[in-house]
């Protein structure tokens, strides 16, 4: 695992919450504008560690880092990328920021696809399947579809937290995304950093995406580096 310059600072999950919850209700951020910056943040990460891709895939499922997903989605396909969009679970539940940035992405001509097989075709996949709220074992057709990911050859940018990995404890949930490169947001949270994950990160990356310091003096931090 490489460390790109990251903050001492460690969050567990429900700090990680709190901080989010500080940025908007309190430092004024509407959730919407910092969904679409970490979306901005990660496609950047994308073109500097795989410059010259032509094809990406970028897998989804209901939570917020779907949403980030789709904003990588969309900048891909405007920066002229072939992309595939995988959709795990029904889109209806998606959460407002999220169904906004899923309607503007195929506003903008990407469709999403049940099936798995974009995986296999892809330079890049970006795994923006399971966050930061996990808290149970991975199943069902999430879990088929970390394996799958983990199958192909291509690799892998996790959004936030490898899909799989508990942001608290760091331990695999049965089944975990292994990323080559994990781009994480507003704070970095512990769990990337203990038990299991180290082998399922890679290359760590942070971008605060503009978060004020007044939201990060109402929350503490639960440990460092």
Same mark, same amino acid.
């Given at each position: 695992?490489?460390? =790109?310059?990251?903050?001492?600072?460690?969050?567990?999950?429900?700090?990680?919450?709190?901080?989010?919850?500080?940025?908007?209700?309190?430092?004024?951020?509407?959730?919407?504008? =910092?969904?679409? #910056?970490?979306?901005?943040?990660?496609?950047?990460? =994308?073109? +500097? #560690?795989?410059?010259?891709?032509?094809?990406?895939?970028?897998?989804?499922?209901?939570?917020?880092?779907? /949403?980030?997903?789709?904003?990588?989605?969309?900048?891909? +396909?405007?920066?002229?990328?072939?992309?595939?969009? @995988?959709?795990?679970? $029904?889109?209806?539940?998606?959460?407002? $920021?999220?169904?906004?940035?899923?309607?503007?992405? #195929?506003?903008?001509?990407?469709?999403? =696809?049940?099936? %798995?097989?974009?995986?296999?075709?892809?330079?890049?996949? &970006? $795994?923006?399947?399971?966050?930061?709220? %996990?808290?149970?074992?991975?199943?069902?057709?999430?879990?088929?579809?970390?394996?799958?990911?983990?199958?192909?050859?291509?690799? &892998?940018?996790?959004?936030?937290?490898?899909?799989?990995?508990?942001?608290?404890?760091?331990?695999?949930?049965?089944?975990?995304? +292994?990323?080559?490169?994990?781009?994480?947001?507003? /704070?970095?949270?512990?769990? %990337?950093?203990?038990?299991?994950?180290?082998?399922?990160? /890679?290359? @760590?990356?942070?971008?605060?995406?503009?978060?004020?310091?007044?939201?990060?003096?109402?929350?503490?931090?639960?440990?460092? %580096?």
């Amino acid at each position: 695992m490489v460390n =790109l310059g990251l903050p001492i600072r460690l969050y567990d999950a429900a700090a990680v919450r709190a901080l989010d919850e500080a940025a908007i209700e309190h430092a004024g951020v509407p959730g919407l504008t =910092l969904m679409t #910056r970490a979306g901005v943040a990660a496609f950047r990460v =994308l073109c +500097r #560690r795989w410059p010259g891709i032509e094809c990406i895939a970028v897998v989804c499922g209901q939570g917020n880092n779907a /949403g980030d997903g789709y904003v990588v989605a969309r900048l891909a +396909r405007a920066a002229g990328y072939r992309v595939r969009v @995988v959709q795990i679970g $029904d889109p209806d539940s998606l959460g407002a $920021d999220a169904r906004e940035c899923f309607d503007a992405m #195929r506003a903008a001509g990407v469709e999403p =696809l049940p099936e %798995l097989a974009p995986i296999d075709t892809a330079d890049v996949v &970006v $795994d923006a399947l399971l966050g930061t709220g %996990l808290t149970r074992a991975v199943e069902g057709p999430f879990a088929v579809a970390v394996e799958r990911i983990n199958e192909g050859a291509a690799p &892998v940018l996790s959004i936030d937290i490898p899909s799989g990995i508990n942001a608290t404890t760091g331990q695999r949930m049965g089944t975990s995304v +292994r990323a080559a490169t994990t781009i994480t947001f507003i /704070g970095l949270k512990q769990g %990337l950093f203990t038990a299991d994950a180290p082998q399922y990160t /890679g290359e @760590v990356a942070f971008d605060d995406i503009g978060v004020p310091q007044v939201a990060y003096e109402r929350v503490r931090p639960t440990a460092s %580096l």
